[in-house]
């Protein structure tokens, strides 16, 4: 079960702190405090597949056990939470398949997947339109929100169609506005992510789902990302913030109805409980060995790759001059596992 600690901390953030206490602070990080914790500023978009592990780590007090306070703030997009990151006000950003846009930019660095967003982003057709699967997408109006997830899995689709993008009339609204219009009628196909899909079901229930990420094996990974500053100067928090992710992920893949119970409750402006168990459903959760795995084989590497290349297909990267293998970390996630 996942448990908050109160007591017991005190001798690990101890222990930390002499560690810290030696280190110079970058710009972004707090000093060590009088309890012997060190502040990391994380920011985060409240959505059930992303901000799992990090409030399971918060309520549980693995952040503590690694001489860690985190300090957060929500964003409503993973692109506003990457310009606060690069621009310095935050540490780490917990965020969406951004991860595969302003690190290719040289604009910080992956420390940590989460899981995979498999049915979260979904292709939806009018009754009326008469498409009924992705290979009748020519000559349709598509509402989507540019740059997003959603947006990117629509490109897989069109190419997995043979489509050319100039073949459809785009229509790049934000993700509440895609959903309205598509169910009042304005445009014939939504690309959106849930918990959306549950206003068109009940407003638009003969709504045809056309595609999903899974149907499409189009790989949408969110995670942790780590400004430049912090990474390269206090990689011993890097390794903290690592640590508590996997404690947390193992609690999460053990029991993640009690999980669901932890984090839920933290993004209730967002959404209700219902939504959020409904959301996270929707994705994959691997164990701590799948995904050093994953890491060791280029599994992860590969992921990015694919999430990188449909960014800039559909011009949304402008000068990308890395590669994954240069700003994703696939050692720490193996260096820290058990150790």
């Given at each position: 079960?996942?448990?908050t600690r ?12 002499l ?16 309890d012997g914790?060190t502040?990391v ?8 597949h ?5 409030f ?5 007090g ?17 692109i ?12 780490v950003g917990?965020m ?15 420390i ?5 967003q ?15 699967s992705?290979?009748?997408l020519?000559g ?8 997003t ?12 169609a043979?489509?050319?993008?100039d ?6 609204l934000e ?8 169910v009042?009628g ?8 849930a918990p ?7 407003i638009m229930?003969?709504a ?8 499409l ?5 969110g ?18 913030m690592v ?5 947390a992920?193992?609690d ?12 839920c ?14 959301l ?5 959760a ?12 280029g ?25 994954p293998?240069?700003y ?5 996630f193996?260096?820290?596992l058990?150790?």
């Amino acid at each position: 079960m996942i448990t908050t600690r109160t007591t017991a901390l005190a001798a690990a953030a101890a222990a930390a702190a002499l560690t810290l206490a030696g280190c110079a602070g970058s710009p972004e990080t707090a000093p060590v405090s009088e309890d012997g914790l060190t502040t990391v500023k994380v920011g985060y978009i409240p959505g059930a597949h992303d901000v799992a592990q990090l409030f399971v780590a918060d309520e549980a007090g693995y952040f503590a056990d690694q001489g860690i306070r985190i300090e957060t703030t929500a964003f409503q997009t993973g692109i506003s939470l990457s310009q606060a990151l690069t621009g310095g006000s935050l540490d780490v950003g917990v965020m969406g398949a951004v991860v595969a846009n302003f690190p290719a930019k040289g604009q910080g660095h992956v420390i940590v997947l989460n899981n995979q967003q498999t049915d979260v982003h979904q292709i939806w057709a009018a009754p009326d339109s008469g498409i009924t699967s992705i290979d009748d997408l020519e000559g349709s109006t598509v509402a989507t929100t540019s740059g997003t997830a959603s947006d990117l899995v629509l490109q897989v689709a069109l190419d997995r169609a043979e489509i050319s993008r100039d073949d459809v009339e785009m229509v790049n609204l934000e993700m509440p506005a895609v959903a309205n219009t598509f169910v009042t009628g304005g445009v014939d196909v939504a690309s959106l992510w849930a918990p959306f899909d549950q206003q068109v079901t009940e407003i638009m229930p003969d709504a045809n789902l056309i595609a999903s990420a899974a149907d499409l094996d189009a790989p949408i990974s969110g995670g942790w990302v780590s400004s430049n500053g912090f990474y390269e100067d206090r990689p011993e928090l890097v390794q903290g913030m690592v640590r508590a992710w996997q404690e947390a992920n193992t609690d999460i893949v053990n029991d993640p109805d009690s999980a669901l119970d932890v984090f839920c409750p933290r993004i209730a402006e967002n959404m209700d409980q219902e939504q959020c168990e409904s959301l996270y459903a929707r994705t994959e959760a691997y164990t701590n060995d799948e995904w050093a795995k994953f890491y060791q084989d280029g599994t992860v590497l590969r992921w990015i790759g694919t999430m990188q290349s449909t960014f800039e297909d559909i011009g949304a990267l402008e000068g990308a001059e890395l590669q994954p293998e240069d700003y994703v970390d696939t050692t720490t996630f193996l260096d820290v596992l058990d150790d």
